[in-house]
């Protein structure tokens, strides 16, 4: 019943244990219904308090609101659900793009070890990596891989690519 109590299926702290990324999830296979629309309205909601929280704070501590959206039930209600989301969030992926997280954490400063991203060029085509590139990668300091040998390199399939980290 607290106005100011929020669920979020992920919180990412930093090393000081202070709260830096809010993920939430929303995810629908059929007409997401009222509760759709009610979950995307607190989002709003979410979003107003956290930039009224960051703007009492150090710019290095911001917190930071990601959404997982996915799944064809927002293509019923687009303008109700996922449309007022999007421009709500930090940034968000869906499970074919869960490489675009540790891009995010590393733009925020929060990692730096991503050396690149390795994409699957059967599901994503040239204009869709371009965008990639200079939406997400280049602001983070992330090179594009596909196609380079990365053996030597610790890596992890995150949806529809491969994310290459430095060698620890």
């Known amino acids: 019943s ?20 809010l993920i939430q999830s929303l995810i629908h ?3 997401p219904g009222q509760y759709g629309v009610n ?21 290095n501590h911001q917190v930071y609101l990601l959404g997982s959206v996915d799944g064809v039930g927002f293509s019923e209600n687009p303008n109700g659900t996922i449309v ?9 992926f869906q499970m074919h793009t869960l490489f675009k997280i540790p891009i995010f ?9 991503v050396k690149g991203i390795v ?13 990639f590139l200079h939406t997400y990668m280049i602001p983070a300091n992330v090179e594009n891989l596909t196609g380079q040998d990365i053996k030597k390199y610790h890596t992890i399939q995150a949806g529809k690519a491969i994310v290459v980290f430095e060698n620890a």
């Open 105 to 113: 954490l590393q733009k925020i400063g929060m990692i730096n070890n």
């Open 29 to 31: 296979s059929s007409d």
């Open 2 to 21: 607290n106005e100011n109590c929020h669920s979020f299926d992920l919180i990412i702290n930093d090393n000081d244990s202070r709260i830096r990324v």
């Open 39 to 59: 979950k995307s309205d607190e989002t709003i909601d979410i979003q107003k308090r956290i930039r009224a929280y960051n703007n009492k704070l150090n710019p």
């Open 119 to 131: 994409f699957d060029t059967e599901y994503f085509d040239d204009n869709a990596i371009e965008h």
């Open 84 to 92: 007022k989301m999007l421009d709500a969030f930090d940034d968000f």
